[in-house]
């Protein structure tokens, strides 16, 4: 079972937007560089969320790991994620997708912003 | 010189997005109970910049650090955000803001996220 991970982001016109996401990218790709990391955006930037999925499954990939790159908890991580990951298993029978909570409901994340916050700059 | 925390977001119709938010201020609080910080939203959720900041000058304090709680480095953090900035100034002399890089371009952030993405679940 070969797994993949995708950053699953809003996407923004503004081309530079993503670069935080893909520095992600890369830094995982850096720790592990078997492993196969997709960026996909809800929207304005490409790869869309299927179109990553199909990628990695046409490379083989039978499981995905989906990391919501939400700082706020809405209806993108809520409802419009949950609807393209059902999608998205329904397309490839046999793929397993598991989603992650959204980057601001981890724990670490959290105390992270909160100690540098008050850091001395 | 009494100093202040701005943790600055987007802002969204929906009530439980700030939650995360909310969740970093606390844990700051809970850090150092003395510190005052406070959350503002570009827009859809209060307060707005202006007024968390007119709101920390009448308690007395005259210097903000200003964390923009943006992922993808995009045109609120690169534009709205200097002009609240810049107004807020000019409304308050003698009261010093100075804004830190948005979350999406801290190295500690970035280096998290790769952790979290490849951990076992």
Same mark, same amino acid.
């Given at each position: 079972? %070969?797994?993949?991970? /995708?950053?699953?982001?809003? $996407?923004?016109? &503004? @081309?530079?937007?993503?670069?935080?996401? #893909?520095?992600?990218?890369?830094?995982?790709?850096?720790? #592990?560089?078997?492993?196969?990391?997709?960026?996909?955006?809800?929207? =304005?930037?490409?790869? #869309?969320? @299927?179109?990553?999925?199909?990628? =990695?499954? *046409? !490379?083989? /990939?039978?499981?995905? !790991?989906?990391?919501?790159?939400? =700082? $706020?908890?809405?209806?993108?991580?809520?409802? &419009?994620? @949950?609807?393209?990951? !059902?999608?998205?298993?329904?397309?490839?029978?046999?793929? /397993?997708? &598991?989603? *992650?909570?959204?980057?601001?409901? =981890? &724990?670490?994340?959290? #105390?992270?912003?909160? %100690?540098?916050? *008050?850091?001395? @700059?």
């Amino acid at each position: 079972m %070969t797994l993949a991970i /995708v950053l699953f982001g809003h $996407g923004s016109r &503004d @081309p530079a937007w993503r670069r935080p996401m #893909d520095e992600v990218a890369r830094r995982i790709r850096a720790q #592990d560089p078997a492993l196969a990391v997709e960026c996909a955006f809800l929207e =304005l930037q490409a790869p #869309d969320f @299927p179109a990553a999925v199909d990628a =990695l499954v *046409t !490379r083989g /990939v039978s499981r995905i !790991r989906v990391l919501p790159m939400f =700082l $706020g908890v809405g209806r993108h991580a809520r409802e &419009d994620l @949950p609807h393209l990951v !059902r999608a998205a298993e329904a397309r490839h029978p046999g793929v /397993v997708l &598991d989603v *992650t909570p959204s980057i601001g409901e =981890l &724990d670490e994340v959290l #105390d992270l912003l909160a %100690t540098l916050a *008050t850091r001395q @700059p």
